[in-house]
């Protein structure tokens, strides 16, 4: 496949391909087009799919670029958004369904997650720990479901998963953590499990800069792109515990120790009836 920036016209057929499939539910064999060669290129691919894709951003997942391409394109992060049909709430230990694509890319991962406090200014696009940490609200734990109609999307790169949403499928919020800026940040743990088998633990000092450097990462990111974050939407900081892939009738559970757990059932998605571009009415 070779590699470069798309163009306008480029990043609309992307776009499409990519919306057209996951409403479809149908996986995709390979990367539809011209793979983007800049962390650019990338983001007009996944600007040109919010505008098609038939519903409103709630909130944004953060993810690393990885060790291998951090040099390359000169980020540690990247962003992909969290739409409102989504956006999951865990209840009273019961399991949430988390429909994954069959024949693509499915993973859950432990996240701690910000509820915004109030609404970014239009014009700032440089923020400090300190200014981040006053738009930090409410804090839960959550897990990010992570998925993509292109099963080799996270071996193809950053600029792959940042065109496909982030490799975003949903947000599952979990329980509010009362007190969280007085306690240490050491003190957030987490472990995740597949079938009843560990896969992964770790702890919210384990994200480069912690969670609130995620926050000031996407503060940053979102003023530049013309998306400034606002009240009440949700940002997941990031794998706490690793990306742990997962199949359709697997079942896993995310326990955050005295903060709670949160349990999920992969089952396979089905096609959704809105077409790409009609956003849902809130």
């Known amino acids: 496949m070779a590699v470069g920036t798309s163009g ?3 990043a609309d057929a992307i776009a499409r391909r990519f919306v057209e499939a996951r409403l479809s539910a149908s996986r995709l064999d390979a ?8 962390l650019s290129s990338a983001y007009a691919v996944q600007d040109a799919a919010i505008a098609l894709w038939p519903d409103q951003i709630v909130g944004w997942k953060v993810g690393r670029v990885g060790p291998d391409f951090e040099a390359k394109h000169g980020r540690e992060r990247l962003a ?24 693509g890319f499915a993973a859950v991962e432990a996240e701690f997650v910000f509820e915004i406090a109030r609404d970014a200014p239009v ?32 071996a193809l790169g950053p600029t792959v998963v940042i065109s496909d949403f982030g490799n975003n499928a949903g947000l599952i919020l979990g329980k509010e953590i009362p007190g969280w800026r ?14 009843g088998r560990e896969v992964g633990r770790g702890r919210a000092i384990d994200l480069p800069g912690g969670p609130l450097e995620a926050l000031r990462f996407l503060l940053e990111h979102c003023g530049k792109r013309g998306r400034p974050l606002k009240a009440g939407q949700f940002v997941s900081s990031g794998a706490a515990t690793g990306i742990h892939e997962i199949k359709a009738g697997q079942s896993a559970q995310i326990d955050f120790g005295r903060d709670g757990e949160i349990a999920v059932l992969a089952v396979a998605a089905k096609p959704r009836s809105a077409q790409p571009g009609a956003k849902t009415a809130h």
Request: aromatic fraction near 12%; proline fraction near 7%.
């Open 8 to 10: 306008a016209a480029g």
């Open 182 to 195: 007085e306690r240490p940040i050491g003190d957030f743990m987490c472990a995740s499990f597949i079938d």
């Open 80 to 103: 992909g958004p969290i739409f409102r049909d989504s956006l999951q709430r865990s209840k009273d230990g019961a399991a949430v369904f988390f429909p994954i694509f069959e024949g």
């Open 31 to 38: 990367f539809p087009g011209q793979i983007p060669g800049d």
């Open 123 to 154: 014009s700032k696009t440089e923020y400090t720990l300190a200014e981040a940490a006053d738009y930090a609200g409410r804090l839960y734990i959550g897990v990010e479901t992570a998925g993509s109609p292109l099963a080799t999307i996270n």
